[in-house]
């Protein structure tokens, strides 16, 4: 007698920040909460709670600056039990938490989006990449008149000075305009006062002559995200007062010790560094920086979109690939893009799909095959230049690098002077190339500056996201070699 076969399982397993994208907007919302006086105060807590069919909860947490910042960070915690989330709603709220309903909870979180975002201010890319999803979508909620800002301007309230106040007041002063936000810094130091402070003011000598100290604050030292900063700022601590924090008293767990050794000395390093940079040094290195974003509008979307570039099946299959590759199967990713390269070779979005993904199983032979025929063949693509110039880079041909960027130029406008929009992705892996160039040819001050230009457009956690860790990497190599150059050890006696 012939076996039954086995009956195929199609069910599919999602990842939590997968199951929210995709399936969280169909659960039931059972509870929207706020801190008291968040009018007042302009800083709202607001979580939002969402019920499977197993009664277990879905909820997400948005910290919120009514005055200014906008959505500064969120939190999610997937699929709990009501006795995990009772007791992380006690942990957050201490039991002073006020019930709202839905429609104000979305109006509070996307109304302060919005007004940030008028003034430069974008939200943390959690609430892009997951936390929104818990929200319903913005065009089925009903708007609600509420009042952001202080008197129809932004007010910033600082209340931890490891915050980077001084880049919020920056770009304030270029959107807003001086004189049209106000701001309370953690000294409780308010607009009036702030004439005393020189790094924001004109200043000039004895004779007359300007000295330019106003754009400093892309020198300044990069922030982490919360946890991991407060972190370096202990290590610091040890670092400066050996014998007032003992070792033992920090914070840390083993195995961060060194990954958060490493950062608190290149942050030494990295305040050196700025305080080496002349004021006319700095003035020049940041308009540089600033011009090369000049001339274009960036779409926010992160996403290219391939709608109608192929056969819906095969956009299907290119889809699945993308999630591949994101999800860190290379291989998985490899098999289905190059069947695709096979069947639509004249598409070259492809090629530098499939030489990322022959790059992340480290076959760089066949990596770099893919980047020189897609640049013979596509000189003129936006994606398959910079993987060109990637190239370049990391095979140390950095004379074919710059003799590359002098012919096409170093800004998007320069290489497309047609082109008015660019996506927010092609933004940020054009810039994080040219970056790359000016570290390997030992100009860091130019990479600084257009690191700071990336994390404005970006977010402040740039730092962290893995798309350009290798180039904090290698900025950091740099500096640690200029560094080393400018102490030398001294031989023990």
């Not at 002077?417 to 030992?442: A, E, N, Q, R």
């Not at 130019?446 to 860790?469: G, N, R």
Request: charged fraction near 30%; include cysteine; charge should be negative.
């Amino acid at each position: 007698m012939a076996k039954k076969k086995k009956k195929k399982n199609n069910q599919v397993f999602l990842s939590p920040e997968s199951y929210i994208k995709n399936k969280a907007r169909n659960l039931e919302i059972i509870e929207c909460l706020i801190n008291e006086g968040w009018q007042e105060g302009g800083l709202a807590q607001i979580m939002v709670a969402r019920k499977h069919k197993t009664g277990n909860i879905t909820m997400g947490l948005f910290l919120v600056d009514t005055f200014c910042l906008g959505v500064k960070n969120t939190f999610f915690r997937f699929n709990i039990s009501e006795y995990v989330y009772n007791d992380f709603k006690e942990e957050v709220f201490k039991g002073e938490s006020v019930e709202i309903d839905y429609t104000l909870a979305h109006n509070i979180i996307y109304g302060a989006l919005e007004f940030a975002e008028e003034y430069g201010f974008y939200p943390d890319k959690s609430f892009s990449n997951v936390t929104k999803y818990i929200l319903d979508d913005d065009e089925d909620v009903d708007i609600i008149d509420l009042e952001f800002g202080k008197d129809g301007k932004p007010f910033l309230v600082i209340t931890d000075e490891n915050e980077p106040y001084k880049k919020y007041l920056s770009i304030l002063d270029e959107s807003a305009g001086p004189g049209n936000y106000t701001f309370m810094l953690p000294n409780d130091e308010m607009s009036e006062e702030f004439d005393e402070m020189d790094e924001f003011e004109e200043e000039y000598d004895d004779e007359g002559d300007y000295h330019f100290s106003g754009n400093r604050a892309f020198l300044e030292p990069f922030i982490y995200e919360y946890e991991v900063e407060s972190k370096v700022f202990q290590m610091l601590s040890q670092l400066d007062n050996p014998k007032e924090t003992p070792p033992e008293n920090i914070e840390i767990k083993k195995d961060e010790l060194e990954e958060i050794t490493r950062k608190a000395v290149f942050r030494i390093m990295e305040y050196e560094f700025e305080d080496s940079v002349s004021d006319a040094e700095a003035e020049e290195a940041f308009n540089f920086g600033e011009k090369l974003f000049e001339g274009f509008e960036i779409d926010p979307d992160r996403l290219v979109e391939k709608k109608g570039t192929l056969p819906d099946n095969d956009l299907d299959v290119l889809s699945d690939a993308i999630e591949y590759m994101i999800g860190g199967k290379p291989k998985e990713s490899l098999k289905l893009l190059r069947n695709l390269v096979k069947k639509h070779p004249d598409k070259p979005f492809l090629y530098s799909y499939t030489s990322r993904c022959y790059l992340d199983i480290n076959k760089f032979k066949s990596h770099k095959e893919i980047v020189l025929y897609a640049y013979s063949r596509f000189p003129d693509d936006l994606g398959i230049r910079i993987d060109y110039l990637n190239l370049l880079i990391n095979t140390k041909k950095i004379d074919d690098a710059g003799e590359l960027l002098n012919k096409y130029g170093t800004s998007l406008k320069e290489m497309f002077p047609d082109k008015k929009v660019f996506l927010l992705d092609d933004v940020i892996s054009f810039y994080s190339t040219i970056c790359s160039y000016y570290i390997f040819t030992g100009n860091l001050l130019k990479a600084k500056s257009i690191l700071y230009q990336l994390e404005l457009i970006y977010d402040d956690y740039l730092i962290d996201d893995h798309f350009i860790h290798r180039i904090y990497h290698n900025y950091f190599s740099k500096l640690y070699k200029k560094y080393i150059e400018n102490h030398p050890q001294q031989d023990d006696e």
